[in-house]
């Protein structure tokens, strides 16, 4: 279940949203109109109203965090009647890919018929459709290829269910192939991806893959962990898919004695960033906030291979 907003205002209500609800198995979907601002009630009372009494009510509803679902009101509602609500995490198309692909077919639905229906519609000023007056004939509309024989429901549903079955296998099989899911436990330290952080501060190029290392601190089944963040990312939601934690790896002290893992390559030029770098005859400064607790090295450009062009450049 998910929403479709910011939808140009439409019918008598000026509704700008869109609400559908699909099922994973007959893959049927429902759209019902709806506001950005609705509150926990109405959206309650949207599925309530238009459909439960056809379809009877659900086992489980996979959908996001949004505040309206994670209310007391809607947990609260459909915990009396037995539904589990289990949320689905960002960036993780397998739990909630289908919903993203219904979001896309709705707008390019939205885009293709909208044209279509208005120029099949009646005018009221001129009693004619714009098709009509524009070309002389109205266009072909879906309804009239509709086939007006029955249509075998339970012996078609069966074999599809068959089929789906088979490719789900297939592509849960190809997935766990390239995808190892971590051995982590509560109390490990993971390292977080940051592919998907776009607000970091500091370079983007200089960006590290990976930030932590991070305690974790729930478990959300065999898919999902909840870690402890801090620093920049404090204010980011916890949880995340094992998809983008990996296990963190200590330092060997012995290869790397002055390697501080608490201390991040942003961090690093970050507190560089306003320090003066020397010119003259000395070719490179490394300071020593860069390499932590290594004294100020120096190295100059005598004896150096091309030293004419680093002349030049430091000119």
């Given amino acids: ?3 479709v907003t910011e939808l140009p205002p439409s019918f008598n209500r000026s509704y700008n949203a869109c609400l559908f609800i699909v099922d994973r198995y007959r893959k049927t979907h429902i759209f ?41 009101l809607w947990t609260n509602l459909h915990r009396f009647f037995g539904t589990k609500l289990p949320f ?13 692909s219904i979001i896309q077919t709705l707008e390019d639905m939205i885009r293709r018929f909208l044209e279509l229906e208005y120029k099949t519609s009646v005018h009221s000023s001129t009693g004619k459709t714009p098709a009509i007056l524009e070309k002389g004939w109205n266009p072909r509309i879906p309804a ?10 339970h012996p078609t549903a069966s074999s599809f269910k068959m089929m789906l079955d088979k490719v789900k ?20 330290l993971v390292l977080v991806s940051t592919l ?27 898919n999902a962990f909840q870690v402890e963040l801090s620093g920049e990312l404090e204010n980011k939601h916890p949880t995340f898919p094992v998809s983008l934690i990996k296990p963190y790896q200590p330092a060997d002290k012995e290869l790397f004695p002055v390697r501080n893992p608490n201390t991040s390559t942003l961090s690093q030029v970050k507190q560089s960033e306003n320090k003066e770098i020397k010119k003259g005859d000395l ?33």
């Fill in 196 to 222: 998907n952080f776009n607000n970091i501060k500091g370079p983007k190029k200089l960006k590290d893959s990976y930030a932590g290392p991070f305690v974790i601190v729930a478990l959300h089944g065999s």
């Fill in 32 to 72: 019902l109109p709806c506001h950005m601002d609705d509150t926990a009630i109405d959206t309650a009372l949207l599925p309530w109203n238009r459909f439960i009494s056809h379809t009877g009510l659900f086992k489980n509803i996979i959908s996001e965090r949004d505040f309206k679902l994670t209310s007391e």
């Fill in 283 to 315: 070719g490179v400064n490394i300071k020593e906030n860069i390499l932590s607790d290594i004294e100020i090295q120096y190295m100059r450009m005598n004896g150096w291979q091309n030293q004419r062009y680093l002349t030049q450049l430091n000119s």
């Fill in 1 to 3: 279940m998910d929403w």
């Fill in 169 to 188: 296998q297939h592509a849960k099989q190809k997935w766990d192939k390239s995808h190892k899911v971590p051995d982590s436990k509560l109390g490990y």
């Fill in 144 to 153: 009239e290829t509709l086939r007006k024989d029955l249509v075998y429901i």
């Fill in 88 to 100: 689905s995490t960002a960036y993780h198309t397998q739990m909630d890919g289908l919903a993203e």
